[in-house]
């Protein structure tokens, strides 16, 4: 099924485009090569030899020089609907991901209140509907109130179109209540995403716990509040023959202990952030939670590298960002009050362009792999421009540079961890669920002779 027919969007009109002379990259279809992309009522309808494509009214795209990727996929944003549209909401979040390149995005349950009814997914779905630019799907929480204690409806919370469950923002601390939840996911499908931390290890650390933190005196967050909790739920879901995906990996012991349980055969699906990839905690010296205070923390050079191998060898399935807006006021505050969390939609592909692919850290064959995977562990289809797929492209100029936060943001809130950083390669187009999505203001559309 396609992305705009498993998630919701708004409706409009399948795009009619010609991206003349892109340089086109699908590494999983093994599509590379010049070509005219060639896109009706919505779908690719071929790859043409460049300039050959017939335009048939459709609108022209000079795409010379720019590189045309599978739009790309994030299992993990924060949209605050509802209660928090302050902060962000479908529409702006969804803007936030077109200018990001992405064509959907799975949206968070720990809002105010939490998504936990039937009820609750029918209104986002609805709400999606109406007002989001890219194919949104929505989690429900896998205990009432996110209280840790009780198991949502999860059958009819299926029913009513969610697509998993999750209780982010926070842990599941009782072994009891996850294992009884994979029991019920085995009969009622739906993948379940796992915010791993041992809340009695991390008590009120503010930052990773390290020569830094103590350096700062700052409360720290050590990386075994994330690894131990890895371990026992993937024992958990080996002993159930359930399925689970592990969120926001930061650790290098956490890649290890997703390697080991793949190794053992456990159903087991994992992703990182951009900021964890790009940053370790010597940012955090400058004491500055804007950019900085997140959870999991940003954790030191060793991990960084554990987490960019684990890219590189398969352990870790997908980029996603974790995508957390928050107002000002929560983070103009001293490090240890301040909310924790940081955008980024419309910044991920051209971060870790800048910072791992630039350098040749990885290839940019692995990164578009690693943004468009995203959708797998949640059982969609993965974005793809072989012909007749759905139209989900990220149209990209590879030697743009730009400062990120210079001309405002899509999304509601300003707390880019890029704020203020010079990043190179940026989004300048993308089609999502088939449609027109984002066009980057300064990007003119010229008729290709
Ligand atoms: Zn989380
Ligand atoms: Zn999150």
Request: glycine share 10%.
């Amino acid at each position: 099924m396609s992305l705009a027919a498993a998630l919701e969007m708004r409706s409009g009109e399948g795009a009619e485009a010609i991206l003349r002379r892109a340089t086109v990259l699908d590494p999983v279809a093994g599509i590379e090569g010049v070509h005219d992309v060639v896109v009706r009522d919505g779908r690719i309808a071929e790859l043409a030899a460049p300039g050959e494509g017939r335009a048939d009214g459709a609108e022209e795209v000079d795409a010379e020089g720019l590189h045309a990727f599978p739009a790309f996929f994030d299992p993990h944003v924060h949209l605050r609907v509802p209660g928090q549209e302050h902060k962000e909401d479908i529409e702006t979040g969804a803007r936030a991901a077109a200018a990001g390149g992405y064509c959907g995005v799975i949206a968070m349950a720990n809002t105010e209140p939490p998504v936990c009814t039937p009820a609750d997914v029918e209104a986002l779905r609805e709400a999606a509907r109406e007002a989001a630019a890219v194919p949104v799907g929505f989690l429900a929480t896998v205990t009432k109130a996110m209280a840790g204690e009780e198991l949502t409806e999860m059958a009819s919370l299926r029913d009513a179109g969610a697509l998993g469950f999750s209780d982010d923002g926070l842990p599941l601390r009782s072994a009891r209540v996850l294992r009884r939840a994979l029991q019920y996911q085995r009969l009622c499908g739906g993948t379940i995403a796992l915010h791993e931390e041992d809340s009695e290890l991390s008590g009120d650390g503010a930052m990773h716990e390290g020569p830094v933190s103590a350096a700062l005196g700052l409360a720290g967050i050590p990386a075994v509040s994330e690894s131990t909790m890895i371990a026992r739920d993937a024992a958990l879901a080996a002993y159930e023959d359930a399925r689970i995906h592990v969120q926001h990996l930061s650790a290098a012991e956490s890649v290890e202990a997703v390697r080991a349980a793949k190794a053992a055969g456990v159903k087991i699906s994992c992703e990182a952030s951009p900021h964890h990839l790009c940053l370790t905690d010597e940012e955090v010296r400058s004491l500055d939670p804007r950019r900085f205070k997140m959870n999991p923390p940003l954790r030191s050079e060793a991990d960084r590298q554990a987490l960019i191998e684990g890219l590189r060898d398969g352990t870790i399935d997908c980029v996603a960002t974790d995508h957390a807006p928050h107002a000002a006021e929560e983070k103009e505050v001293p490090f240890e009050q301040a909310a924790m969390g940081v955008t980024g939609l419309e910044t991920a592909f051209a971060a870790l362009h800048t910072e791992l692919v630039g350098p040749g850290t990885i290839e940019l064959g692995l990164l578009v792999e690693k943004l468009s995977a995203g959708a797998a562990p949640f059982d969609l289809e993965r974005p793809s421009l072989t012909p007749g797929s759905e139209a989900n492209v990220a149209l990209c100029d590879l030697g743009a540079e730009w400062v990120v936060g210079e001309e405002g943001y899509e999304s509601r809130s300003q707390n880019s961890w890029c704020a203020g950083r010079t990043l190179t390669g940026r989004v300048v187009m993308t089609l999502a669920g088939g449609q027109v999505a984002y066009r980057l203001r300064s990007f003119s559309l010229g008729v290709a002779a």
